[in-house]
């Protein structure tokens, strides 16, 4: 059974830190680009970074939105099947759900379009106060 487990969502006052997990399993990880999507209230989910599957060498390519980029950083863990997502200065309007997701053949990866995506997992709530 496929399963992708998000965790370390919370409540954090704006300009503050948080670090998402996302756990996988059920599919062969190394091969799959994970991705992070949140959706916040009354908007449509949005791409937020991703990180390809990693070469031979363990070099993977990483991807992130233009609201995010120099405040989050994506990284993977194939030893522990894991995804992460370093979140640093916080915003109230990075306030949302944030889902990550799996992607067989890298194109919702680079485009960071959920579309794309073939496994997802249930989310965890982030919530920048002000």
């Known amino acids: 059974e496929v399963q992708l487990v998000e965790s370390g969502g919370g409540l954090v006052q704006a300009g503050g830190s948080l670090r998402l997990s996302c756990a996988a399993s059920?599919?062969?990880?190394?091969?799959?680009?994970i991705g992070w999507f949140r959706q916040a209230p009354g908007k449509e989910r949005e791409g937020v970074s991703c990180a390809s599957n990693a070469d031979p060498s363990s070099y993977y390519h990483t991807y992130y939105a233009e609201s995010v980029k120099g405040r989050f950083t994506i990284s993977r863990d194939n030893a522990k099947n894991t995804v992460y997502l370093q979140m640093d200065s916080l915003k109230p309007e990075d306030t949302a759900v944030y889902y990550c997701a799996a992607d067989s053949a890298g194109y919702g990866c680079r485009s960071l379009d959920s579309s794309d995506m073939d496994y997802w997992g249930k989310g965890t709530l982030v919530t920048a106060s002000s």
């Open positions: 059920g599919f062969r990880f190394d091969d799959y680009a």
